[in-house]
Each structure stands twice: as structure tokens, then as C-alpha cells.
């Protein structure tokens, strides 16, 4: 059964980038524009093989969602990437606990989004990793 990730994010002008990031990785490409259709999405499909998560969403915010997915059965071990162009301080210290795996700054280098996720879905990548925007593998 070949590897899912979920890529929630409200633009879809990103969400198509991330696809077409994603395309040499040959994996199934879920999307959901908001928190709750990416919790729909897990209830309903599974848990993704890996997620790519955008920070700053309309209504609830990347870290409110991913509190959301952490609390369902099947959403306590997804290898998270968040995504954001703020400060990462906050957000860190918001997602704390949540077990996010790499934190990327926006722009973010395709290079080392691929490279992540390969290990991700590897699982060499461990929760709390540091943010690969500024990481050599770019």
C-alpha cells in the first residue's frame, strides 16, 4: 500500500506547490484547506503515512488542529511538518507537547522538504527535530 500524506493548508496556490514538491516521492497526495476537513479526512481515511501542516489557517490554527488530530485514535503518531512564515519562537512554544517533527519557515527549500519527508517516511525523523529552513541539507 503505497505512503499517504496529508497536506492541510487554506491557499491553494500552496497546496498546489506541495504537490508538485511532493511528485517524485510517488506517494498518494491527501488534501484538506482547513483544520476540520484534515480531521475529517483522518477519521474517515486513516492516519497519513506523514502530514504537512501550514500554521496560519483561518478560524483554527495549524497547533489547534493538530491538538484536534493528536486526541483521535489513529492521530498520535503522525510525523508532522508545520509549516509557517512567523515567528517560530511562539509557535514552538505553542506546539509544544504535540510532538511536531520539523518545523519549516516559509519559503521553504523543496530540497529539504523531500529529503525530510523520505526520512520521515523512513521514520528517521523524530518529533522535535530542528527547523530545516536553515538546516545544510538545503
Known amino acids: 500500500m503505497p505512503s499517504t500524506i496529508l497536506i492541510v493548508d487554506d491557499q491553494e496556490l500552496m497546496i498546489r506547490v506541495l504537490q508538485a514538491t511532493l511528485r517524485p ?3 498518494k497526495i491527501g488534501t484538506a484547506k482547513s483544520g476540520a476537513e484534515a480531521v475529517r479526512f483522518i477519521e474517515e481515511s486513516g492516519a497519513p503515512s ?5 500554521f ?3 478560524g483554527q490554527d495549524g497547533v489547534e488542529t493538530l491538538r484536534q488530530i493528536r486526541s483521535l485514535p489513529n492521530g498520535a503518531a503522525i510525523p508532522v511538518v508545520m509549516l509557517t512564515a512567523r515567528d517560530q519562537t511562539l509557535i514552538r512554544k505553542a506546539a509544544e507537547g504535540l510532538h511536531v517533527h520539523v518545523f ?3 519559503p521553504f527549500s523543496p530540497t529539504s522538504l523531500l529529503q525530510t519527508l523520505r ?6 525523523v523524530q518529533p522535535g527535530c530542528p527547523d530545516t529552513s536553515t538546516d545544510s541539507r538545503m
Open 119 to 124: 526520512e520521515m517516511l523512513e521514520g528517521g
Open 25 to 27: 516521492l510517488e506517494v
Open 50 to 54: 506523514a502530514m504537512i501542516l501550514d
Open 104 to 106: 519549516m519557515t516559509k
Open 56 to 58: 496560519s489557517m483561518p
